[in-house]
């Protein structure tokens, strides 16, 4: 009879056990802790992921160009402000989009542009003025149904000594200015004058649309 209870309680206390063991190796809690750790790796992927794609926005250049193009059927005039120092020269360059970029592509930064320059816009550029006013410039617009790209360009490298060491003084080396851009890539065999060096400095940009389209006419636009 003692023998008998003895296996009994054997028997009891074997399923306990096997009952607790089942909780402890439960697939179900262990499912849901590993979707928790997943879900805490994803939360630090996503900080982490955040935190590079503000690291990658552009830093703010070391100089401000704030220019406006107001188009009138064939005029374009061109003027703003800067804090560049009075007599810098500033050059502009009008590119023709490619007859078969659209207003979505040319919007969306994807649309290439000719390399010819139109004739009348070679060697243009205007200047900055006593009090930091740009020089206002009317260019000629050449056909009034072609979409352009047109550049605004500062190279700090390309000023005259004067105007080099102020810029200096105002903001430090000339090579490791805040924003810096490369203008052109470094060519050798096709530049003289910059060789196996590239060009870098600030460059602002305009679209301009057809004039039977929005944004093509009677209208101000502001350089980004």
């Known amino acids: 009879m003692c023998r008998n209870r003895l296996v009994f309680v054997l028997l009891v206390s074997s399923c306990f056990f096997l009952t607790a063991c089942r909780v402890v190796f439960d697939p179900f809690a262990q499912n ?4 928790e750790i997943q ?3 994803r939360q630090k992927a996503d900080v982490q992921e ?11 250049p070391a100089f401000n160009i704030d220019a406006s193009l107001t188009l009138n059927g064939e005029n374009m005039v061109l ?7 009075a007599d810098t020269l500033l050059t502009i360059s009008l590119k023709p989009y490619k007859g078969n970029a ?17 004739a009348n816009i070679v060697g243009i550029g205007t200047s900055v003025e006593e009090g930091g006013a740009l020089a206002t410039k009317t260019l000629q617009r050449p056909d009034t149904s072609t979409r352009y790209k047109l550049e605004l360009l500062f190279e700090p490298a390309g000023q005259e000594e004067e105007i080099k060491q102020q810029l200096i003084e105002q903001a430090g080396n000339l090579d490791e200015l805040a924003g810096l851009q490369v203008l052109k890539e ?13 060009v870098k400095g600030y460059i602002q940009t305009v679209n301009i649309m057809k004039a039977d ?12």
């Open 50 to 60: 955040q935190e590079e794609v503000v690291q990658e926005e552009p830093e703010e």
């Open 102 to 118: 659209t207003v979505k592509d040319i919007e969306g930064h994807t649309a290439g542009t000719l390399n010819e320059v139109p």
């Open 79 to 85: 003027s703003g402000n800067t804090d560049l120092p």
């Open 186 to 198: 470094a060519d050798s065999e096709k530049s003289m004058t910059h060789g196996d060096e590239a």
């Open 39 to 41: 879900k805490e790796h």
């Open 213 to 224: 389209e929005e944004n093509g006419d009677g209208v101000t636009l502001e350089f980004e």
């Open 32 to 35: 849901a802790e590993q979707k």
